[in-house]
């Protein structure tokens, strides 16, 4: 377990917030957390795009396998901002339970791969579809809070992470689920915490379809309102 690894990355994080609530002074604490959310989401989806792509070994087949220096390394700055968001999700009262369980089971599950030295590859493909969509979250508040979302614009990130977290989070992670459930050298906490976590998703799917058709119904009222008061207009005239 690299505990040192951990804890630097842990008060990286932490010094990375106070930089921004100094910089942002006049903003307030939310906002200096998800620009550190959005860092960490950028930073997290290059660095395990590049060890499920690029450094290997893929996920898909080699589900169970022992950790790459890489992989734990990958693990450990992910591990330690997960520690950060839940101390100041818990600090600050700013999320339910359902994201509290995600930050929980996030933890656990990174903490497993580290302590058993196993398993790496899929633990990494995992924050992989999860982080994806982060960046297009974070950029949504902070859209609404720069009055910037009601407009194609914000139509167009809403389009793209209902897109993207439909194919690659519940897609992709079925066949991943499937793969890790499948696979011999899978222990068994790890597939137990693989079901935990694709269920997870599917309870954030559930909401983003609401969210969605919701969206929708409203966009469609408005375009008909307009149609009829523009028919009508033409029919004055």
Same mark, same amino acid.
């Given at each position: 377990?690299?505990?040192?690894? #951990?804890?630097?990355?842990?008060?990286?994080?932490?010094?990375?917030?106070?930089?921004?609530?100094?910089?942002?002074?006049? +903003?307030?604490?939310?906002?200096?957390? +998800?620009?550190?959310?959005?860092?960490?989401? #950028?930073?997290?989806?290059?660095?395990?795009?590049?060890?499920?792509?690029?450094?290997?070994?893929?996920?898909?087949?080699?589900?169970?396998?022992?950790?790459?220096?890489?992989?734990?390394?990958?693990?450990?700055?992910?591990?330690?901002?997960?520690?950060?968001?839940?101390?100041?999700?818990?600090?600050?009262?700013?999320? @339910?339970?359902?994201?509290?369980?995600?930050?929980?089971?996030?933890?656990?599950?990174?903490?497993?791969?580290?302590?058993? &030295?196993?398993? &790496?590859?899929?633990?990494?493909?995992?924050?992989?579809?999860?982080?994806?969509?982060?960046?297009?979250?974070?950029?949504?508040?902070?859209?609404?809070?720069?009055?910037?979302?009601?407009?194609?614009? &914000?139509?167009?990130?809403?389009?793209?992470?209902?897109?993207?977290?439909?194919?690659?989070?519940?897609? =992709? @992670?079925?066949?991943?689920?499937?793969?890790?459930?499948?696979?011999? +050298?899978?222990?068994?906490?790890?597939?137990?915490?693989?079901?935990?976590?694709? @269920?997870?998703?599917? #309870?954030?799917? =559930?909401?983003?379809?609401?969210?969605?058709?919701?969206?929708? +119904?409203?966009?469609?009222?408005?375009?008909?309102?307009?149609?009829?008061?523009?028919?009508?207009?033409?029919?004055?005239?």
């Amino acid at each position: 377990m690299p505990t040192l690894q #951990v804890f630097c990355s842990l008060i990286g994080w932490f010094c990375l917030y106070q930089w921004f609530c100094w910089t942002f002074a006049q +903003r307030g604490p939310e906002w200096n957390c +998800r620009l550190v959310t959005l860092t960490h989401g #950028v930073a997290i989806v290059l660095l395990t795009a590049y060890v499920l792509f690029i450094d290997g070994p893929w996920p898909f087949t080699h589900a169970g396998t022992e950790n790459t220096e890489l992989q734990t390394a990958s693990l450990t700055v992910c591990l330690g901002y997960f520690l950060f968001d839940l101390g100041w999700c818990v600090r600050h009262h700013t999320e @339910g339970p359902v994201m509290m369980a995600h930050h929980a089971g996030s933890i656990a599950g990174i903490l497993l791969a580290l302590l058993m &030295g196993v398993s &790496g590859c899929e633990t990494c493909a995992v924050i992989f579809g999860s982080e994806i969509t982060n960046p297009l979250l974070q950029s949504r508040w902070f859209m609404r809070r720069l009055g910037l979302y009601d407009g194609p614009l &914000g139509d167009a990130v809403d389009l793209l992470f209902i897109s993207l977290f439909a194919t690659v989070r519940v897609g =992709v @992670g079925a066949v991943l689920f499937y793969c890790e459930l499948t696979s011999s +050298r899978t222990t068994l906490v790890m597939k137990l915490g693989g079901v935990a976590m694709y @269920g997870l998703a599917w #309870v954030f799917m =559930v909401d983003i379809a609401r969210f969605g058709c919701k969206k929708s +119904r409203a966009k469609y009222k408005k375009w008909r309102e307009n149609h009829e008061l523009k028919e009508g207009m033409d029919e004055s005239d």
